[in-house]
């Protein structure tokens, strides 16, 4: 196999592979400021600068040459190459700044020169925390400065676009933000304007970035040049939690980070996965954090001459038992819900099963030309496919809908079909409708009873994107039942760590007063005489779905976490006993 | 070193015949008989190897600035596949103190058209571009001419001399950026773009134009490939300094009588290029300094002169660089100071931005320059001066950031003393 | 205000687009085609252009900024570019830039209130030997410039009266 020498150390490799990546890939470190795997290299910082050389082979033999000591004769390129567009060949030598001082040198100089026009504006700049400028001038960089003259001044404060703020002063030209619209996003939205120093990213004269991708530049920008209009000036990086989740806006299941202070989820960033999304989310995604946070239905809620009030858990769980006892078991209809995790579904089905009513039934939620072929799918529920394995009946809304007007009991898993117009107000005039939700809306103004469920920030559960991958949450911000501490599966950031209930930073108001639909099904199944509903967590109920039904066979959390989601075989159907 | 033979030199590029610009005078002189020749004479050029051969080994060194080898950088270029492949014929001649190119525009236009079409020919081109600098409006127009007479005369276009060598010929304006006279921007730029220099690998004769194999040549070094063809490489290297041969365009500038654009042989001692071509210095001044080839060229004291000529060897040894052989001359009241802080405007005003070395450094040094010239400067400035050069050299995508550095580190350290005596006197903390 | 191309540049700009094997390439052209036309390629010629060609209206803007010689705003109608650089610098350009700095009593980088004359200071024109210059209006260069010429060019100017294109010999061709 091939091989390249790196500070003193072979290593092999295989295949077409820039250094950079390579050495990064190891474990090591090059800084640097404009490449980014996943789009061209155009090598313009200047700051993964490295010393390359290549032994000297014998013409006729074909062999290396050996100096006197035994030790193959290394050519060095005359001038030190930047490692993220040098390709790795075979017998290459390579020293980094580790062993290089001329090469450390070199970085710790362009490093002075990027920061020479750079504002020194950290302590309000929103990037500060998670900077790669931040962090590669402290690793890197110079003490002091040495320029005494004046920096540049460029447009500060500058609105691209309705989610994204530019201040050309911070920008250092790396134009990772200028070619994720030539070669990701494709609108060419962004160029670089004038020239030299005086450069720096723009939309067309009168344009607006408003790319439906806009937000993965503030992503990308190595410093805070470009940020985002909703989060700016919230948060400090580092008093934040982050939980890796799922987008739920679509069917794509793009990974997700879910970043939270104080239970509040302030913002929405993509997580990599090769397979799904790469480094990108759309824009729409991220809005998706109000919902985890607004509206949410806290205590259950119950109509009482047609107003809705708040009521006791014990209260709303004899209720749901007095309901269903009261009317035969073919008008109860159990709705599942595309919005919902594989967890509550089948916890849905397993309900009807035990209690012997007719299998749930669902009604996927989808709008003609929302998807692009890229991250947004026709498909907004992000498990559509997960119902379809399950099993469940999925029927259109004319048939929910006839289906609904008949039924005396409904019990509706969380989806909103009275605001997506399946069903209308009127058709459920005389069913007995309660609604497990997790946010308020039309929907759950119509039920009679409301109970409120975790969401998906707040639980660990599965869902089946629209390629048949299915992936995980993880529980990111607490309920009045759940303690972080005592959560394994939960993050502790540095407020969450050090804070105290005395401390102002920390409140009890984000706590949602909710339950996992498993809880509420346990004590509904206790109420109505049935047991089955033990479970500690997603994880116990994802143990019992793929040992029983054939989708899920072999699907595991770990498994999932390990692989980063699992495609699962959509040949195979969940046969129902 | 024996002397060259210059006062007895025959113009061969620009000669001296009147009206020469015209095609019909062009080949009533002889003209496009060369490209005939490596067409249709299968005798003396069996093939387009033939011609590349003959080219390298008249060792035309680029007279862009980089002297590199003509007709080896032509084979370079991989074998034909039936696709595209391009001549970027560099007329972008912004290099403070060169003005040579335009005289072949202007004057012999065809010349030029010829080498371009040989050297098309030995390479397979299929298309040529020449990009001239957007304010050679006046060339730009005249090359339009020419261009179209000669497609009318049958030399550019289908079946040329009835062979089975087609190639078209067009101009390409640019719009103001010194940056594209460096090749990769050139593309850049022909390409409809910001002119940003290209990564290199991949090199242009791998992937130049619209990912296609491309060669990139001055426009006086595709001139001079039409009198090798014409009159042999011998005869090529006989003419003037041994390793850089053949005629060169001086353009002499700055304080001299008699400034303009000779033809001469290279290889002309320094003062003789002065004193007799350009009839020595402007109302009877000393010399101070001579800048050789274009402003990135390091600056030679006058002291440093003697028996220098005007070719790459002699110039080194000396610390500097035949470049684009614009020579620009200095007298005694020159302000060394204020001519560098001008030069680094200029780099300043042209760093493209691209490279972070570059960008910022070109700024640093004219402010810091500007500094000095305002008589605010220390002098740690002259140090700092030194290390931002340093830091910018061998660092970037292109030359760019060398050029700008060169002329401040060698202006500085051979004109010291006039640089502090600008500096403000230090400021010493008494303990 | 409106721009649009007429018939004959639409035409040309067809003609460019043959020139080359991707419409991009005709980026340059196209904008010198609209400056042409309009005097200036500002913020609505640039969508013009892009329009045009079909290229996304950021590249044009990009490209427009790159380069010096597009004018993206309105000029004067004549734009004195005085070389100020090195060659021209060491024979006077500065002292020629001054004089036409009070003679219009404008600052360089400015305009006449009459918007008779734009004043740049550029960089080098390729003129060296002609030291110092000027250029007009991205046309015609004006060479050999002193003090006083400079005023008389812009009382010519002001006249009307514009320059020829100037033919300088090489000094040592002696044509036959």
């Known amino acids: 196999m091939p091989e390249v020498f790196i500070d003193g150390k072979r290593f092999e490799y295989e295949g077409e592979q820039r250094l950079l990546q390579f050495i990064q890939d190891q474990g090591m470190e090059v800084p640097f400021f404009c490449y980014h795997p996943s789009l061209s290299a155009p090598a313009n910082c200047r700051q993964c600068l490295v010393k390359v050389g290549q032994p000297v082979k014998d013409r006729e033999t074909g062999e290396y040459e050996l100096d006197e000591n035994g030790e193959r004769v290394i050519r060095w390129f005359p001038k030190l190459q930047t490692s993220c567009n040098t390709m790795i060949s075979d017998g290459m030598v390579v020293h980094t700044q580790e062993t290089d001082d001329l090469v450390k040198r070199a970085q710790k100089d362009t490093l002075e020169f990027i920061l020479i026009n750079h504002p020194l504006d950290c302590p309000i700049c929103d990037q500060a925390g998670e900077c790669p400028l931040q962090i590669q001038t402290y690793k890197y960089g110079p003490e002091g400065s040495r320029f005494e003259v004046k920096k540049v001044h460029k447009p500060k404060r500058i609105q691209l676009g309705p989610r994204v703020i530019l201040d050309a002063e911070r920008c250092i030209n790396c134009t990772r933000c200028v070619r994720f619209t030539d070669e990701v996003s494709k609108t060419h939205q962004l160029t670089i304007t004038s020239r030299g120093d005086k450069n720096y990213p723009i939309t067309a004269p009168d344009r607006e970035f408003d790319d439906a991708y806009s937000l993965n530049t503030v992503d990308i920008c190595p410093v805070g040049a470009l940020t985002s209009a909703d989060f700016r000036f919230k948060a400090r990086v580092w008093e934040m939690n982050q939980t890796p989740s799922i987008d739920i806006t679509n069917a794509k299941g793009t990974n997700i980070d879910i970043w939270t202070r104080d239970n509040l989820v302030l913002r929405i960033t993509p997580r990599y996965n090769e397979a799904v999304n790469d480094h990108w989310m759309p824009d729409e ?50 709705i ?71 039924a005396k009991v409904v019990l509706l898993l969380n989806d909103n079909l009275v605001d997506r117009e399946v069903l209308s107000e009127d058709q459920l005039n005389n069913t007995f409708v309660v609604s497990f939700s997790t946010n308020h809306s039309q929907t759950s103004k119509t039920a009679d009873l409301v109970i409120p469920i975790t969401c998906i920030a707040e639980h660990a559960a599965s869902y089946v994107n629209i390629d048949g991958r299915i992936q995980r949450s993880f529980p990111a911000k607490e309920t009045k039942y759940t303690n ?78 390990e692989e980063s989601g699992i495609v699962l075989d959509q040949e195979k159907t969940t046969v129902k006993s | 070193m024996s002397t060259v033979d210059w006062k007895n030199y025959e113009p061969v590029l620009i000669p001296n015949i009147k009206d020469i610009h015209k095609i019909d005078v062009y080949r009533k002189n002889g003209g496009y008989e060369a490209l005939k020749s490596v067409l249709t004479d299968k005798k003396k050029w069996a093939d387009q190897k033939s011609v590349i051969e003959e080219v390298k080994s008249a060792n035309i060194r680029g007279r862009g600035g980089a002297g590199f080898n003509a007709g080896l950088k032509w084979s370079f270029m991989p074998p034909a596949d039936g696709g595209p492949r391009y001549l970027a014929c560099n007329g972008d001649e912004s290099e403070p103190g060169t003005f040579k190119d335009r005289k072949i525009f202007e004057y012999n236009p065809h010349v030029f058209i010829e080498g371009a079409l040989i050297a098309a020919y030995a390479m397979e081109i299929t298309s040529i571009y020449v990009y001239i600098r957007g304010e050679y409006k006046a060339y730009i127009q005249m090359m339009e001419k020419a261009i179209q007479d000669a497609y009318d005369a049958g030399m550019i276009g289908k079946n040329i001399f009835g062979s089975d060598f087609s190639v078209d010929f067009y101009v390409h304006s640019g719009a103001g950026a010194y940056i594209c006279g460096e090749e990769t921007s050139m593309l850049e730029s022909l390409e409809g773009k910001r002119g940003y220099p290209r990564v290199k690998p991949p090199f242009p004769a791998q992937k130049g134009l619209w990912g296609r194999p491309t060669t990139i040549n001055n426009i006086e070094t595709l001139s001079h490939v039409t009198s090798v063809i014409n009159r042999g490489a011998d005869w090529f290297k006989s003419i003037g300094a041994e390793n850089h041969p053949g005629p060169i365009l001086y353009g002499i500038s700055g304080h001299v009588n008699r400034p303009g654009v000779y033809e001469l042989p290279s290889g002309v001692p320094v003062f003789d290029l002065i004193n007799d071509v350009a009839q020595g210095m402007r109302n009877g001044k000393k010399l101070k300094a001579v800048i050789p080839g274009g402003s990135s060229t390091p600056v030679v004291r006058a002291d440093q002169l003697d028996g220098v000529t005007m070719d790459s060897d002699s110039l080194r040894e000396v610390g500097t660089m035949l470049g684009t052989a614009g020579m620009v001359v200095m007298d005694e009241d020159t302000d060394m100071v204020d001519m560098l802080w001008r030069i680094t405007h200029f780099y300043h005003h042209e760093s493209c931005g691209q490279c972070t070395p570059c960008r910022e450094g070109t700024g640093w040094l004219e402010k810091v320059m500007l500094k000095i010239k305002n008589g605010e400067g220390e002098i740690k400035d002259l140090d700092l001066l030194l290390d931002i050069t340093t830091q910018m050299e061998g660092r970037t995508i292109c030359a760019l950031a060398d050029a700008a550095a060169w002329p401040v580190r060698h202006t500085i350290t051979r004109f010291r003393d006039e640089f502090e005596a600008r500096c403000k006197k230090s400021v010493h903390a008494v303990a | 205000m409106k721009y649009e191309f007429t018939e004959d540049d639409l035409q040309e700009i067809e003609k460019i687009k043959a020139k080359y094997p991707e419409v991009k390439a005709a980026t340059l052209p196209a904008l010198w085609v609209a400056q042409n036309r309009f005097g200036h390629v500002n913020s609505d010629v640039q969508k013009l252009v892009a329009e045009t060609l079909e290229l996304p209206e950021a590249h044009v803007h990009g490209v427009a900024t790159f380069y010096t010689q597009y004018y993206k705003e309105e000029k004067g109608k004549f ?5 100020t650089c090195l060659s021209c610098q060491l024979c006077g350009g500065y002292d020629v830039l001054e004089r036409a700095e009070e003679k219009l009593g404008i600052k360089a980088g400015e305009t006449t209130d009459d918007g008779m004359f734009t004043l740049n200071e550029v960089e080098c024109l390729g003129a060296c030997g002609y030291a110092p210059m000027l250029q007009i209006t991205n046309d015609k260069y004006v060479n050999n410039l002193t003090p006083e010429k400079i005023e008389s060019l812009i009382e010519d100017l002001k006249a009307g009266k514009t320059p020829e294109y100037e033919q300088i010999e090489m000094p040592l061709r002696k044509v036959k």
């Open chain 1, 336 to 406: 599942g819900s595309s919005h919902a995790s594989v967890e509550e579904n089948y916890i849905l089905s397993k309900l009807s099963s035990l209690l012997g009513y007719n299998e749930p039934v669902f009604t996927s939620h989808t709008e003609k030309g929302k998807g692009d072929g890229f991250l947004l799918t026709d498909d907004l529920a992000p498990n559509a496919n997960g119902c379809r394995l399950l099993g469940f009946n999925e029927v259109d809304n004319s048939k929910l809908s006839g289906l609904a007007e008949k």
């Open chain 1, 484 to 561: 972080r501490r005592l959560d394994f599966e939960m993050n502790e950031g540095r407020l969450d760590r050090y804070g105290t209930n005395f401390d102002n930073w920390v409140t009890e108001e984000n706590k949602v007063d909710c339950l996992p639909f498993w809880i509420v099904a346990s004590k509904l199944a206790d109420q109505l005489g049935v047991d089955g509903f033990d479970y500690g967590n997603g994880r116990e109920i994802m143990e019992e779905i793929s040992s029983t039904l054939a989708p899920f066979e072999g699907v595991s959390y770990a498994r999932m976490d």
């Open chain 1, 285 to 334: 995604g991220r809005e998706a954090y109000r919902l985890f946070n607004e509206n949410r239905v806290s205590r259950p809620h119950q109509k009482i001459d047609n107003e809705q009030v708040k009521s006791s858990w014990n209260n709303a769980f004899a209720t749901v038992a007095e309901q269903l006892e009261g009317v035969d078991k073919k008008d109860v209809l159990l």
């Open chain 3, 79 to 83: 734009v004195l570019d005085v070389c």
